[in-house]
């Protein structure tokens, strides 16, 4: 079929490709990086929670749905509600056809007084965490990079009680937020160190997602008192303890927080990655010296788009960001919906190979 | 970063690879087809509705092409209107499209056909041109024929129109009780085949056209190889027979299900020069190939069960096994699954069928 375009062929592999990245040479195309759990299930048969709560099967689906679509991002584990369970509440694994990640069921904390009570829960033994060290044992053994991934303390914090409970406590009891971050500040150390001495620190890759912070939730002001010396100081001592990058996703609505993350340490180069509400050009002007930057199609539109829409913002993605100082990776600008139809999925590839290329 | 192999870069495209195939000539690797006439998968594949590969001929047409493109796999985008409610639409029954998540096509509501009576008063739709999907097939063939593909023609197999008209269940017990009546129905249903055929080639080329065929009826999971003998052979080969003497030179029959015993009567049916033959898990290939071998292209034959309900691993070694068997058949080898592809297989299993001919079907 001559209407049939087949992809050029890759002049490096993924890891060559990601390695050159990240010391700041030549690629051959830009990186595409995906943030896809549930849809990998799908892919491959098997039932959706098995992605959060089966390591062994979650790790093979998501090598595999790799493999069949040509990205250059490893599997990961982890999911947005982390905290809550480690803490002493509970999380629900995603069963009907209208969920698509684990959703809370109790919060450990729906008062201020349990905000005092609480301890933080151990690292080894916590929630998913063993979960989590297994996926990263299984990724150790088959040679990929060993990740752990976390929210940021705010998304932590807005996990252990309600995210609406944590904002009527910014304004209304903010001692009782900051106790509450503290916990959820040292608890990210304590997981980040945990790995680090399990498998060393050139081994592991930390990955930070902070969707609780966003402008649809919290104010810039707000930001600035509750998110910012926390996560700092987080990146601060995760870099201090060897770790060289530090993949962060910036999520949702953060435009007025650049100017603050902005001040944060990423590592050398930090990797950062955004939502769709946040132009690239934007973001290379805050980070484009100091990190790589991914992002950012719009996963409402991958999912419910057409496959022409998809790869129109992938093609203005690409365009905006392919020459960044730093460098660049196409990603979406969240997880990818698990009904995505895979074709346009594909389309994300496809665009690369159209406009991707570093012809040197 | 985990490495993943990736698929070798063809010498051929695709067009180029069939066309080769058809003409005898070498190809650089077995050609795989990921479905053969339904392509419900491609429709959600692309987000479109299951319904819209049946009968929304130009969406179905995009579906294809883009899950074509998407798999780098041989198919030609093949039009599957009405699925197998061709006869009860065309003849006056009612039918429904798939909508719920446990349909994968369109069903007989009504068949036209509910009595004897019913039987002997049925006659040909008045105009072939507007009767039942036809017109849906047209519009598929007007944008097979607008890209330059091979133009694909509706072959209603008698037995499968029959099937159509009065239901399977009423056809059987006919078959023994009133065979007369069956063979008015066939006689019918053979005269509307190829009324469709004259149709097509009055519009196309007939150089271009590949008859696209299938008689899961004519199984032996439903008839006896006697009842082939009387009721099917004598029908399908005058079926065939005619269209390839229109100058049509492909036809491409499926010969769906357990039909081992059938094969020596199959034999004696002309399939075109080559013909494509293909067929369902039941039938061994390396049989196949004694029987059709000189003849015709062999193609198939993943079992659809497996490919939806089976782990990847399974289809992959099904899908050695099918191409170390075929890969040197005399007048080729296409792999593709043994019947219809099930609309929601897990996209990872069907993967593997191109994965399998990168590792095992190179022509080298």
Not at chain 1, 202 to 214: H, M, T
Not at chain 2, 249 to 254: D, F
Not at chain 2, 274 to 292: C, M, Q, R, W
Request: glycine residues 8%; proline residues 7%.
């Amino acid at each position: 079929m001559e209407q049939v375009k087949r992809l050029r062929q890759d002049e490096m592999t993924t890891s060559d490709r990601v390695e050159a990245l990240l010391n700041g040479k030549k690629i051959d195309r830009v990186p595409l990086f995906q943030f896809i759990l549930g849809f990998c299930a799908r892919n491959v048969g098997f039932p959706l929670a098995s992605i959060y709560n089966d390591p062994e099967k979650s790790l093979l689906a998501q090598l595999w749905t790799q493999e069949q679509y040509g990205y250059d991002s490893d599997p990961f584990y982890g999911y947005a509600s982390y905290g809550g369970w480690e803490f002493g509440g509970e999380v629900k694994f995603p069963t009907g056809q209208y969920e698509q990640a684990p959703s809370h069921g109790h919060f450990p904390v729906e008062s201020a007084e349990d905000v005092w009570r609480l301890k933080l829960p151990d690292v080894k033994a916590a929630g998913m965490l063993p979960w989590a060290m297994q996926f990263s044992k299984l990724q150790d053994k088959f040679g990929i990079s060993v990740s752990v991934v976390i929210g940021g303390p705010f998304t932590i914090a807005g996990n252990i009680c309600a995210v609406e409970v944590l904002c009527r406590w910014l304004i209304k009891k903010p001692e009782v937020a900051h106790q509450l971050l503290r916990l959820a500040t040292d608890h990210v150390l304590g997981v980040v160190k945990h790995w680090v001495d399990t498998f060393g620190v050139g081994r592991i890759n930390v990955q930070i997602w902070e969707p609780s912070a966003a402008n649809q939730i919290i104010s810039p002001r707000q930001f600035e008192t509750f998110v910012f010396p926390y996560q700092k100081e987080l990146h601060e001592k995760i870099l201090g303890m060897g770790v060289k990058y530090i993949l962060c996703h910036i999520c949702g609505e953060q435009n007025l927080n650049l100017p603050y993350w902005a001040c944060i340490p990423m590592g050398n180069p930090g990797i950062v990655s955004f939502g769709h509400e946040v132009d690239l050009t934007t973001a290379i002007k805050h980070f484009g010296d100091t990190c790589i930057i991914a992002g950012n199609v719009e996963p409402a539109v991958i999912q419910t788009g057409t496959h022409e829409q998809v790869y129109e913002l992938c093609k203005q993605a690409i365009e905006k960001g392919k020459h960044a100082p730093r460098g660049f990776a196409l990603m979406p600008g969240c997880e990818i919906p698990v009904m995505t139809p895979p074709y346009n999925l594909y389309v994300m590839k496809k665009a690369i190979d159209d406009f991707g290329w570093y012809d040197y | 970063m985990a490495e993943t192999k990736q698929i070798r870069q063809d010498r051929m495209t695709p067009i180029e690879r069939m066309n080769a195939l058809l003409a005898g000539q070498p190809i650089d690797r077995v050609p795989v087809w990921l479905w053969l006439f339904s392509s419900g998968f491609a429709a959600l594949n692309v987000g479109y509705s299951l319904a819209e590969s049946y009968n929304n001929p130009e969406k179905s047409f995009w579906a294809q092409l883009w899950t074509i493109e998407m798999y780098g796999s041989d198919d030609f985008p093949k039009p599957s209107c009405g699925g197998n409610c061709e006869a009860a639409w065309a003849f006056g029954g009612q039918f429904k499209w798939p909508t719920s998540r446990y349909e994968q096509a369109p069903s007989v509501v009504r068949h036209p056909v509910e009595s004897a009576e019913d039987a002997q008063k049925l006659e040909l739709p008045r105009d072939v041109k507007t009767a039942g999907s036809i017109p849906l097939y047209m519009q598929f063939a007007k944008l097979q024929e607008r890209f330059g593909l091979p133009i694909s023609l509706p072959g209603f197999s008698p037995i499968e129109f029959v099937r159509g008209t009065c239901g399977l269940e009423t056809l059987c017990r006919w078959l023994v009780r009133k065979p007369e009546l069956v063979h008015r129905l066939l006689r019918l249903a053979t005269d509307y085949g190829l009324e469709v055929v004259r149709y097509w080639v009055d519009t196309f080329a007939p150089q271009r056209i590949i008859v696209q065929t299938w008689l899961p009826s004519a199984s032996n999971q439903v008839i006896s190889p006697n009842h082939f003998r009387t009721f099917v052979l004598p029908y399908q080969k005058e079926f065939h027979e005619k269209i390839l003497a229109t100058g049509i030179k492909h036809i491409c029959c499926h010969i769906c299900g357990e039909q081992n015993l059938n094969l020596p009567y199959w034999a004696r049916i002309p399939m075109g020069n080559p013909g494509i033959v293909s067929f369902g898990h039941e039938v061994d290939l390396t049989k196949a190939i004694k029987y059709f071998g000189d003849s015709c292209i062999i193609a198939g034959n993943v079992e659809p069960a497996v490919i939806q309900t089976g782990t990847h691993e399974q289809v992959y070694e099904l899908c050695r096994q099918a191409i170390e068997k075929v890969k040197y058949a005399p007048r080729g080898f296409i792999l593709m699954p043994g019947c219809g592809l099930p609309p929601a297989v897990p996209p990872y299993n069907l993967f593997m069928l191109k994965k399998a001919v990168n590792d095992f079907g190179w022509y080298d």
